[in-house]
DNA sequence: CGGTATCCTTTACGATACTG
DNA sequence: CAGTATCGTAAAGGATACCG
């Protein structure tokens, strides 16, 4: 009787959608793949990310902490000291989003003479 | 003299970066793993691809072609007909983006326990 | 059927200022 | 240093209507 739906992230209000979204959003792409070489201070991971700004850095780095991906280590010294690091699942899912994006990063020539030749055509 | 910089996400504007933000975005990461496992029709992707609208998918699928991973072939037929389809390159994206969409879909019950425990401490 | 054009709302995001 | 609060703008996205 309690049927329990396997998750589909095509299906609008799964759970596994919101998950794949925090995972995969603008920032928290990069902040994963960051995470996965080293663990960061808040002011490093800003300056290693370009772009970011702290209230997005700060809101992307509490999705993925609050959905069990990323530690926060907060020393209780003055001035404070945080540190970031992936836990075991966030390695899980880093690893996989490096992987990604170093493959975009080695896919650029092709996809930019794809551009070239989509906008010839229009 | 002519230096070429190796494409790096972490910078601002670097082209990897978009094309990264194309393959991670709301409705290019389902369509991509949609797309791995048969080729579709505009209005069966719009089915398949829960809640996604008219404009956004077209719009989606419109990055996803110019950027080399998506084919699109219209049937000069009444009423139209035009099938989407993975590039060679649009496989190899499609793989890596359906396995962390899977990996999620499986990890579903750990994200939520990592969920409850977070907010029971807030 | 497979879109595009228009309008409108909502969300994301950035800049700045402030706090423990 | 590591954030939070507030505000304003820009972009994303949805609804509807229309066209080839």
Redesign the pocket.
Known sequence: MTETLAPDVNRVNCPSRQILEHVT???GVLVLAALLDRSF????L?RHVG?????????T??ALERDGFVH?E?QPV???????SLTPLGHDVAAQVQALAHWVESKVPEVQEANTSYDARS
Chains 1, 2 share one sequence.
């Open positions: 959003s603008r920032w201070r808040f002011s490093e800003r772009g970011v700004s702290e209230k997005m850095l700060a809101q780095l509490q926060r907060a003055i001035p404070p000291r945080v540190d970031y």
